[in-house]
């Protein structure tokens, strides 16, 4: 089992930045991937960035690139999502999720995830 705690939303107007943080316990040896989803109101959650355990990133999303940018401090067990540039359409509840055990092929949707954190609020002000 994995557990994961999000952390580090909060509102900000456009331009601004946040860093998201996801703490990791548990078996976090035999994760194979990390990565943080969106779900925006009346949306469908979706891939934001992945990072696998030895360092290959990922971003789903077209929008975010340049603008987020993934990581992760083995040592802590912690993965972060900087985020610059905020748009109002950043705004959406933002999870982290990982993939512990048997590797999970899919890398930007929920299929290839089997833990969750439950989230945590990102509001961008126009």
């Known amino acids: 089992q994995v557990q994961l705690v999000e952390s580090g939303g909060g509102s900000v107007q456009a331009g601004g930045s946040l860093r998201l943080s996801c703490a990791a316990s548990g078996y976090t040896y035999r994760t194979k991937k990390m990565g943080w989803f969106r779900q925006a109101p009346g949306k469908e959650r979706e891939g934001v960035a992945v990072?696998?355990?030895?360092?290959?990133?990922?971003y789903c999303a077209d929008s975010v690139k340049g603008r987020f940018t993934i990581s992760q401090d083995n040592a802590n067990n912690t993965m972060y999502l900087q985020m610059n540039s905020l748009k109002p359409e950043d705004t959406a509840m933002y999870y982290c999720a990982a993939n512990g055990g048997t590797l999970l092929l899919s890398t930007c949707t929920e299929a290839g995830y089997n833990y969750w954190g439950q989230g945590t609020q990102v509001t961008v002000a126009s």
């Open positions: 990072i696998y355990s030895g360092g290959g990133r990922t």
